[in-house]
């Protein structure tokens, strides 16, 4: 009960305040979207590009941790494109899209404060690993299956175009790539450019999960509820359940295996109904399971930090 007090419910009462914020006519939907662009484009990709720049490489980069949290990734967005297939008899689109929410876990937004909560600042350096490959593997993944799905019988010289297209549109992605040059090159930061950049990064995660509670309440659970909920358990209970397997086998260090399974068991992140979007395939199911995961994963959380210990 006190890791739910002290770990979990200030998180998710943040992501309220937005949420009864917008529902109550106190901040507009207008603001939200502001205050999602500020995050989504500028103040998340600084706290990406400096954690990365100053990350120590050597130390961070557990091939096992990457291992363990990828390939459990990769087999939730195959059950979650056969499931949807074979259950629910969508089309292979829709399907891929489905899968995509099964695939990317809100390894920013929730993971992060949710981790330094329960483990201290300390213990990010596998969060930070697992987020600097998060967002090129996930679209790199979704969209190489989808434009496969999409465009039979292409070229692979033109397949590869619009996938690299896709990605490299993504601020995320422009940052990771950015800290790495500059974390390899050994370039140094400026102080001046250093102190700005701590200055926005202070404000990327109350403000995004402020933001995420007022863009939530704009879409209604509805519809699709087998679909939705077939997204739910692959996303908060397979997902961490396969990375404690790996984890353990592959006998992962104390640190890092939390970071793993925790980051595994976050709810499905708004990207996933951003892709959907995308390709206007199963929106409505996207953004369901972003609704009603984010709302599941305050008791999910909670069984996984109780027995992550």
Known sequence: MQTLLDVILPVFLVIGFGYVAVWRGLFPVSGIDGVMKFTQNFAIPCLLFQAIARLDLSASFDPRLMISFYTGATICFALGIFGARVLF????????????????????????????????????????????????????????????????????????????????RNALVIAILLGFFVNLSGLVIPSVVDDALSLIVRAALPAALFALGGVLIQYKPEGDMKAIAMVCAIALLVHPALVWTFGTTLNLPQDAFRSGVLTAAMAPGFNAYIFANMYGRARRVAATSVLIATASSILSVWFWLSVLG
């Open 89 to 168: 008899k969508r089309d292979w689109e829709d399907c891929i899209a489905i899968g995509f929410c099964c695939l990317f876990s809100n390894s920013v937004l929730l993971g992060l404060p949710i981790s330094e909560r329960a483990y201290g600042t300390d213990a990010l350096a596998g969060n930070f690993a697992i987020i600097a490959f998060h967002a090129p593997f996930c679209y790199g993944l979704g969209i190489t299956v989808m434009e496969i799905a999409r465009n039979q019988g292409q070229s692979r010289a033109v397949l590869a175009r619009s996938v690299l297209r896709a990605m490299f």
